[in-house]
């Protein structure tokens, strides 16, 4: 058992470090790539392709089955499992499209962007061939052959963003970005393909078969799963984007959808890794509370650790980031920016919380977090966007936000051997002190006639300086 638990261990650990590498690199590359992209193309097109991936995904029925969630948990992967997973995607993916291009040409009629449906389309595409590798996909995560796939995953967007980079400059307009969603999951899906032939080739060998029994499984399993994630992704995630984009137009859309991701690189850089892993590593040792324990206090650490620095540079540089990287044409971003980046904070922490409730079977847990966060943005923040506008919906976001946190906190430390206190309490003292000093450093006299470059790196090295020197003296020492 002792070696079953060290090998688990060192995958879990390989696979983070890769994805983390990866994830790194990808931002990286992404976010050279958007400088120039930003610069080459108008707010109104950011707009019209955010308000169009919110129908997107609002539309497709795949997510909404969970039944990659479902199809995770099985314990035996064989020619079964897969086949019987290909034939519900297929069927899903499918039925997706023409949903899609039906409901795009009705979105038109009644006034939206003929821009928005063609990015509907165009995503309902992608999404129903990216089913062709649904099962490679699957087979590669259950046998934790991330690293690989990552790796391979950076150099293929590096291409996509060389492509949609010379068709931008070019005056393509919207077709250079869904170019890149296009290329993207093209080159992904071949990634996938690779590995699999060279790491997993008895995938390949087996006998792919369709079983009722198990496909009643799989949906009854995954679609209480799928309908929170969708909550989610289409509601929590994206639904401030279709009141955005409805209430305040397009161009407004494109300005806070800039702010927004880079508000997300926390989320991003963390959540893309740590939190994928530490789901797969959640259902492997579920059944021992020490080591589950184990896994959470590291999940908690890294972000704490990791998250907040990054968070504190954009919220006290939010001015200066925008100025550097996208111009002053896009200054209107700098206002979303600095309340986003307080809400993306939190976000990595309610996704620990939804990821660990999924991996222990707690269905209804995941339906709990998200479907309050959903309901609190419907309901508070529509009409908060009603009466102030844009602002409104920061804020409705934000109360959105804090009760995820607060629900997915509370189900985590009923779970595990840990306290609140001795996680999040020197967090929020260096939080405090990290906060006060970069306050203080921003009110100097001369500190607003420095270069944007100057102050940006001053405030980035002051407040994670601070932050981590604090946090690392008032973090009791564990002697276990």
Same mark, same amino acid.
């Given at each position: ?61 795949? =997510?909404?089955?969970? /039944? ?11 020619? #079964? ?66 690293? *690989? ?35 993207? $999951? ?10 699999? *032939? ?41 639904? #401030? ?30 959540? $893309?890794?740590?939190?994928?892993? =530490? ?11 020490? *080591? /589950? ?24 540089? =939010? +001015? #200066? ?53 959903? %309901? ?25 936000? %804090? ?47 420095? +270069? ?24 009791? *020492?564990? #002697?276990?």
């Amino acid at each position: 058992m002792s070696s079953e638990h060290s090998t688990t261990g060192r995958l879990a650990v390989r696979n983070t470090l890769w994805l983390t590498i990866g994830s790194y690199a990808g931002q990286l590359i992404g976010f050279c790539a958007t400088l120039v992209l930003v610069r080459a193309l108008t707010p109104e097109i950011f707009g019209y392709l955010s308000i169009g991936l919110f129908w997107s995904s609002l539309l497709g029925l795949s =997510a909404k089955f969970g /039944l990659y969630y479902s199809a995770i948990r099985q314990s035996t992967l064989d020619g #079964d499992l897969l086949g019987t997973y290909f034939r519900l995607e297929a069927v899903l993916g499918g039925a997706s499209f023409l949903i899609s291009v039906v409901a795009a040409f009705i979105l038109i009629q009644i006034g939206y962007s003929p821009q928005v449906g063609l990015v509907i389309i165009i995503s309902a595409g992608i999404a129903c061939i990216s089913v062709l590798t649904a099962p490679y996909v699957l087979a590669a995560e259950k046998e934790m052959q991330l690293s *690989r796939i990552s790796i391979l995953g950076v150099f293929g967007s590096a291409i996509a963003y060389v492509v949609a980079i010379g068709l931008a400059l070019a005056g393509a307009g919207i077709w250079s970005l869904l170019l890149l969603n296009v290329l993207t $999951s093209g080159l992904g899906m071949l990634s996938v393909l690779w590995v699999c *032939r060279r790491r997993l080739p008895h995938i390949t060998k087996m006998h792919w078969r369709y079983r009722r029994d198990l496909a009643n499984t799989l949906i009854k399993q995954g679609l209480p799963v799928g309908l929170s994630n969708v909550a989610t992704v289409t509601i929590v995630s994206q639904y #401030d984007n279709f009141l955005i984009g409805t209430y305040a137009g397009p161009a407004t859309l494109g300005f806070y959808d800039r702010a927004y991701r880079i508000s997300q690189w926390p989320n991003s850089l963390l959540t $893309s890794s740590l939190v994928r892993v =530490a789901f797969l590593t959640f259902a492997k040792v579920k059944d021992d509370l020490p *080591r /589950l324990t184990h896994t959470v206090r590291l999940a908690f650490w890294l972000l704490v650790t990791l998250g907040v620095p990054i968070a504190l540079m954009i919220f006290f540089g =939010a +001015p #200066d980031i925008v100025q550097i990287l996208y111009g002053p044409a896009w200054s209107q971003s700098a206002y979303f920016l600095r309340y986003l980046a307080i809400f993306s904070l939190l976000s990595p922490f309610i996704a620990l919380g939804s990821s660990l409730s999924i991996a222990l079977g707690h269905r209804k847990v995941n339906i709990l977090i998200t479907g309050a966060q959903a %309901a609190t943005l419907i309901l508070i923040g529509t009409p908060l966007t009603w009466w102030l506008g844009s602002p409104g919906t920061m804020l409705g976001v934000g109360i959105t936000i %804090a009760v995820g946190f607060i629900i997915s906190n509370a189900y985590i430390f009923r779970r595990v051997q840990l306290s609140i206190p001795s996680v999040f309490g020197p967090a929020f003292v260096a939080l405090v002190i990290a906060t006060i000093a970069s306050v203080l450093v921003s009110e100097i006299p001369s500190w607003s006639t420095l +270069p944007p470059l100057l102050r940006l790196i001053g405030i980035g090295i002051t407040a994670p300086s601070l932050y981590l020197l604090a946090l690392v003296a008032l973090r009791p *020492r564990r #002697d276990d």
